[in-house]
């Protein structure tokens, strides 16, 4: 892609799981299913565009109020995620980090991502950030939290002191996001990684994106003039 800027970082609010499965009369787990499937293959088009780092919004904390046949779903997506799949992930040389909190998570899927970002930590073609029982005012919150149990005085927290505590802090701001099936909403995603992002709304549901569709994003993204307030 000759004289585009390919953005650093792209992030994903990936929605519409469940109304595809009612527009194709499967059950919402299906739908689920069908997601998780795409997850993997945008990852892989998304790197060889040359993006560095995608992140996915895959459970919030406020999914915690859908059914518990859902939530438990849910989370064997995520074991099936960090164990079944990730020696293909790893043949894909895409390192994986799980963004988010570890209250109410059992201790299998803790285990799990501890073996799951320990064991792909040198991959180097991308980094896939799955944001699971997260909430960007709680990433916020925990990221001053630690602040203040370091000893560090009021005075001296700046912005930078606390993206230096968000969750996997080595992970830059998003440039552009993304969220499909035509909500147009932040739904609490990377508030703070978001402050200057670009916003693109799709009307495409999740489990229907292709490789086409990552190439519109960079283009739009390219026509963008990102100001940062100058």
Same mark, same amino acid.
């Given at each position: ?5 390919? %953005? ?5 609010? #990936?929605?519409?799981? *469940? ?11 299906? +739908? ?16 060889? $565009? +040359? #993006?560095?780092?995608? @992140? ?21 997506? &995520? ?8 020696? $293909? ?9 799980? &963004? ?7 201790? /299998? ?7 799951? /970002? ?7 073609? +991308?980094?896939?950030? =799955?944001?699971? !029982?997260? +909430? ?7 990221? #001053? ?11 001296? =927290? ?6 230096? !505590? ?5 992970? %830059? ?5 993304? *969220? ?6 932040? @739904? ?18 999740? %489990? ?13 993204? !390219?026509?963008?003039? *990102?100001?940062?307030?100058?």
């Amino acid at each position: 892609m000759c004289d585009v800027e390919i %953005p650093k970082h792209i992030g994903f609010i #990936v929605d519409g799981n *469940r109304r595809w499965a009612k527009q194709n009369g499967l059950s919402a787990y299906e +739908g689920h299913i069908a997601g998780y499937d795409k997850i993997k293959g945008i990852a892989s088009i998304i790197f060889d $565009e +040359g #993006v560095k780092y995608a @992140s996915i919004y895959a459970f919030s904390t406020e999914n915690w109020k859908r059914s518990e046949e859902e939530v438990s779903g849910l989370m064997g997506l &995520l074991i099936r995620f960090l164990k079944a799949d990730l020696n $293909e992930i790893g043949d894909k040389n895409i390192r994986i980090k799980i &963004l988010g909190s570890r209250d109410k998570l059992s201790p /299998e899927i803790i285990k799990a991502i501890d073996q799951a /970002e320990s064991k792909t930590v040198n991959n180097t073609a +991308g980094t896939l950030a =799955i944001c699971f !029982n997260y +909430g960007g005012q709680l990433e916020i919150a925990d990221a #001053v939290k630690k602040i203040i149990d370091s000893g560090i005085a009021s005075s001296d =927290i700046t912005p930078e002191l606390i993206g230096q !505590n968000l969750y996997a802090s080595d992970i %830059p701001p998003v440039d552009i996001v993304v *969220r499909t099936s035509g909500e147009k909403r932040l @739904s609490n995603f990377m508030l703070w990684r978001t402050a200057y992002s670009e916003i693109m709304f799709i009307d495409r549901m999740w %489990p229907d994106m292709t490789k086409q569709d990552i190439r519109v994003i960079i283009d739009e993204y !390219n026509k963008r003039s *990102r100001r940062f307030g100058g």
